[in-house]
């Protein structure tokens, strides 16, 4: 059974960081993803990283956000710095194998 477990998130200051998690299960995945989806609003792309490594970011986080993943563990990271209060949002992990795959999502907050 594939599994998706996000961590990470919280309430945090504007300036601050956050490092979200998510451990994957019972597949291989060549490609993961985090989106994110604020309130009232549709889920959007975030970052993605293939599993030769190549990564891509919406324009919104470009130099503030890296994703990572660690093969041996089926983990992918999202390290979030200079968090802004427009990046508060429910944050999905996604996985592609043969299939697709959803998180159950994790919520960050950036307020003071």
């Known amino acids: 059974q594939v599994q998706l477990v996000e961590s990470g998130g919280g309430l945090v200051q504007p300036g601050g960081s956050l490092r979200l998690s998510c451990a994957a299960s019972g597949s291989i995945f060549s490609i993961y993803s985090w989106y994110r989806q604020a309130p009232g609003k549709q889920r959007d792309l975030v970052a993605t990283?293939?599993?030769?490594?190549?990564?891509n970011y919406a324009d919104s986080v470009k130099g503030r956000f890296t994703i990572s993943r660690d093969n041996a563990k089926n983990t992918v990271y999202l390290q979030m710095n200079s968090l802004k209060p427009e990046d508060t949002a429910v944050y999905y992990c996604y996985a592609r194998s043969m299939r697709t795959y959803w998180g159950q999502g994790t919520q960050v907050t950036v307020s003071s």
């Open positions: 990283i293939t599993d030769s490594g190549n990564t």
